[in-house]
C-alpha cells in the first residue's frame, strides 16, 4: 500500500504551504474601497474653491474693517500651510499606522474644524471672529492635507483589484476629478444660497456656504469605517519594520525631485491662470455693483470648464499611459497659453468675450487633462508600497508650497509689466507657459512609463533592491513576521 502524503506535501513529499482560495470579488466590492479612499478630495475643492466666495462677501459685509485686517492677507492662504504640514503627517501615519485609520482621523479633524469655521465667533468683535476663522482654516487644511496621501495612495492600491485596462481611469476619476467637482460646488453653493437669501443676509450665505462643506466628509466618514486597508498594504507595509530611509532616499530620491518638481511647476502656474477668469467677468458685469448671484453664477461656469478635461482625459491615461498623457496634456496647454497670451489685445474685448471664454475653457480642460488628472497618479504608483505615503506626501506638499509660492511671485511678474495692462498680463502666461514645457521634458526624461501593474511591480523591484543590500524583508507586511509569498510563519529580524 502506498504511504499517504499529508495534504500539505508536494510531489516529492516537501513540505509547501496551501494558498487560500481567493474568491473573486464583485465590482462594487472592488470599486467600493476606491470611492471611499479617493472621494474626500471632493472636501478639498468645495472648502478651497468656497472661500472666495466668503471672502466677496465678507468684504461687502464688513467694508474697512475688513480691509483694514490681518486676516485678509491670510484667510485665503493659510489653509495651503495646514494642508501642507497635513500631507507630512499623515503621509507618515498612512505608512506606520495605518492607511484607514488615517483617512479616518483626517476626516474627523476636516469635519470639526469645517463647522466651526461656519459658527466662527469672538464674543461679537469683528476682527476677532475674523481671526478665529482663519485659526480654524488652518487646522481644515490639516485635514485635507491627510486626504492626500492616505487616500490617494490607498485609492491607487485598491484599484489593482479593479479590471486591467481600467485602473487609472477609475483612480483619476475618484481623486482629480473629485477635486474638480468640489471646486464646482464650491462656487455653485453659495449662488444657490443666495439666490434663497435674495442676496441679502450676509452672514448667513457666508456660515452655510461653509457649514455645507461639512456634509460631505460625514457621509464619507461613516463609509470609511466599513473599508478595510489595502491589500497591497497588507502584504508589504513596513509598519512592524525599521524604514531603511538612506535605501530608500538612494532608490528613489532622484525619482521624488522628478515628480514633486512637477507638482510644485503644476501648482505655482495654475495660479496664474485665474487672471483670465477675472478678465471674463469684468467684461461681462460689474463686480462692484452686480448682485452676487450674477458673480457666484459665473464663477461656477467657469468651475464647470475643469470637468470636460478631468473626465474626458480619465480613459487616456489607460489608454496611452499616465506618463504620455501627462506630456501631452501640459505641452497642449502651453500651445493655448502662448496664443492667449500673444493674442491677448483681440481676446481681451468686451465684443470678444465668448471667443474668450471657450479658448480659456480649453486651457483649463487641457491642464486637467494633463497634469491635474496625471501628477497625483503618477506620485501614487512610482514608489513602493512601504514607504508610499511618506512619498507621496512630500510630492504633494512641494506641489502645495508651489501654490503659495505662486500667490506671492506672481504680482511681481505682473508688475514687471510696468504701466503697460496687456504685459501684465501677458507675463505670467509665458512663464505658465514655459514652465509647461519644462514640465513635459522633466515627465519624458525622469520618470518611468506606468503600466496597470506598476504598484506591484514596484514592490517587487524594491524587494530585490533590499533584499540586495542587506535588508530583511520578512519583516515587511501587517502581519509581524509572515513571509508572504509561502504562507508560512517565519522569524525575521527585527
Request: glycine residues 12%; contains cysteine; charged residues 15%.
Amino acid at each position: 500500500m502506498a504511504e499517504r502524503k499529508s495534504p500539505d506535501s508536494g510531489a516529492d513529499g516537501a513540505r509547501v504551504a496551501e494558498q487560500p482560495v481567493q474568491e473573486k470579488k464583485s465590482f462594487w466590492k472592488s470599486i467600493l474601497p476606491v470611492i471611499a479612499c479617493g472621494a474626500g478630495l471632493f472636501s478639498d475643492g468645495y472648502i478651497n474653491n468656497v472661500i472666495g466666495s466668503v471672502v466677496t462677501i465678507l468684504a461687502i459685509q464688513y467694508g474697512d474693517v475688513w480691509k483694514s485686517s490681518n486676516a485678509k492677507n491670510y484667510l485665503g492662504d493659510i489653509a495651503f500651510a495646514g494642508t501642507v504640514v497635513g500631507q507630512l503627517v499623515f503621509g507618515y501615519l498612512s505608512d506606520k499606522w495605518s492607511r484607514m485609520n488615517s483617512l479616518i482621523l483626517s476626516t474627523i479633524i476636516l469635519l470639526i474644524f469645517t463647522a466651526l469655521t461656519a459658527g466662527s465667533y469672538y464674543h461679537g468683535d469683528a476682527v476677532g471672529m475674523f481671526n478665529m476663522l482663519t485659526a480654524w482654516r488652518f487646522f481644515v487644511g490639516i485635514g485635507i492635507g491627510g486626504e492626500y496621501p492616505a487616500g490617494s495612495v490607498g485609492a491607487a492600491e485598491s484599484t489593482s483589484e479593479l479590471k486591467s485596462g481600467t485602473r487609472n481611469t477609475w483612480f483619476i476619476l475618484f481623486t482629480n476629478t473629485m477635486i474638480d467637482w468640489g471646486f464646482v460646488f464650491g462656487a455653485f453653493v453659495p449662488y444657490v444660497v443666495a439666490a434663497a437669501c435674495q442676496n441679502q443676509h450676509l452672514s448667513t450665505i457666508w456660515r452655510t456656504s461653509l457649514g455645507i462643506g461639512a456634509v460631505f466628509p460625514a457621509v464619507l466618514l461613516v463609509l470609511r469605517f466599513f473599508v478595510e486597508e489595502p491589500e497591497e498594504f497588507q502584504k508589504h507595509s513596513m509598519k512592524h519594520a525599521k524604514t531603511p530611509y538612506l535605501l530608500v532616499l538612494r532608490f528613489y530620491g532622484f525619482r521624488l525631485f522628478i515628480v514633486s518638481l512637477i507638482w510644485f511647476i503644476y501648482d505655482f502656474s495654475a495660479y496664474s491662470f485665474g487672471i483670465y477668469s477675472s478678465t471674463i467677468l469684468a467684461n461681462i458685469f460689474n463686480s462692484s455693483t452686480a448682485p452676487l448671484t450674477t458673480v457666484f453664477g459665473w464663477n461656477t461656469v467657469i468651475n464647470l470648464f475643469y470637468i470636460p478635461g478631468t473626465m474626458l482625459g480619465a480613459p487616456i491615461s489607460d489608454l496611452i499611459g499616465p506618463r504620455y498623457a501627462l506630456a501631452a496634456g501640459v505641452t497642449l496647454q502651453a500651445i493655448v497659453g502662448f496664443i492667449m497670451a500673444a493674442c491677448y489685445n483681440r481676446l481681451a474685448q468686451p465684443a470678444m468675450v465668448g471667443a474668450f471664454t471657450v479658448v480659456y475653457g480649453i486651457f483649463l480642460s487641457l491642464g486637467e487633462l494633463g497634469a491635474g488628472n496625471n501628477i497625483g497618479l503618477i506620485a501614487a504608483k512610482t514608489c513602493a508600497t512601504g514607504v508610499r505615503g511618506q512619498y507621496y506626501g512630500i510630492a504633494a506638499a512641494v506641489g502645495k508650497i508651489g501654490a503659495f509660492v505662486g500667490t506671492w511671485v506672481f504680482p511681481y511678474i505682473v508688475a514687471a509689466g510696468g504701466g503697460s495692462e496687456t504685459l501684465s498680463a501677458q507675463y505670467p502666461f509665458w512663464v505658465s507657459s514655459s514652465l509647461c514645457v519644462l514640465s513635459a521634458v522633466l515627465v519624458l526624461v525622469g520618470l518611468p512609463q506606468i503600466g496597470q501593474d506598476t504598484i506591484a511591480e514596484e514592490d517587487r523591484k524594491f524587494r530585490e533592491y533590499l533584499e540586495g543590500n542587506g535588508y530583511d524583508t520578512r519583516q515587511l507586511g501587517l502581519r509581524r513576521g509572515e513571509g508572504m509569498e509561502s504562507g508560512e510563519v517565519v522569524v525575521g529580524k527585527m
